[in-house]
C-alpha cells in the first residue's frame, strides 16, 4: 500500500513476495511456494533512486529513504535511512514536518506544480568535497 504524497525516484523496486527458501528439503528449488508479505508506505515519504524495499517493511509517515538504500526492517516516522542493510542515521525535525502535514496545500506537487528550482547544496568546511559551485546551468 502508498499512501498519499509519496515521491518514488527512478528505478526502485518494491517486492512483496520471496521465494520459500527457508523450509527444508522442499525450499527452493525444489516447490513452487511464493512467500508473500505486504509493504505499507507512510504519506509523504520520499524514496530515493534505486532503493530497495523488501517484503513485509512498514514506512512511517514523513521518511526519508536515501538512494540505494536496502529496506529489510520497519522506519520510524520521519526517519532518514540509509545503506546496506538500511540503517537510521538521523531524523527529520517532527515538529515542523507534522505543521506542514496537518495541512495538504502545503505538499509540493500541490503548492508549486512539477516546476523545479535548483540551487547549489551548500558544503560543510570539512567535506571532502571541492569548495567550488558544483552546479552550472
Not at 1 to 17: F, M, T
Amino acid at each position: 500500500k502508498i499512501n498519499n504524497g509519496v515521491i518514488i525516484a527512478p528505478e526502485v523496486q518494491i517486492y512483496s513476495r520471496t521465494h520459500n527458501f527457508d523450509d527444508e528439503p522442499t525450499a527452493i528449488p525444489f516447490d513452487n511456494i511464493m512467500l508473500t508479505a505486504e509493504v505499507t508506505i507512510g504519506e509523504y515519504v520520499w524514496i530515493g533512486s534505486r532503493a530497495i524495499i523488501l517484503p513485509g517493511v512498514n514506512i512511517g509517515k514523513g521518511a526519508v529513504i536515501g538512494a540505494g538504500a536496502v529496506v529489510a526492517k520497519d522506519v520510524d516516522d520521519c526517519a532518514i535511512v540509509v545503506g546496506n542493510p538500511a540503517k537510521t542515521v538521523k531524523f527529520r525535525n517532527k515538529e515542523k514536518f507534522y505543521s506542514l502535514y496537518e495541512n495538504p496545500e502545503n505538499f509540493v506537487y500541490i503548492k508549486y506544480g512539477h516546476k523545479k528550482i535548483f540551487r547549489p547544496r551548500s558544503i560543510k568546511a570539512s567535506s571532502k568535497w571541492p569548495k567550488k559551485n558544483l552546479f552550472t546551468y
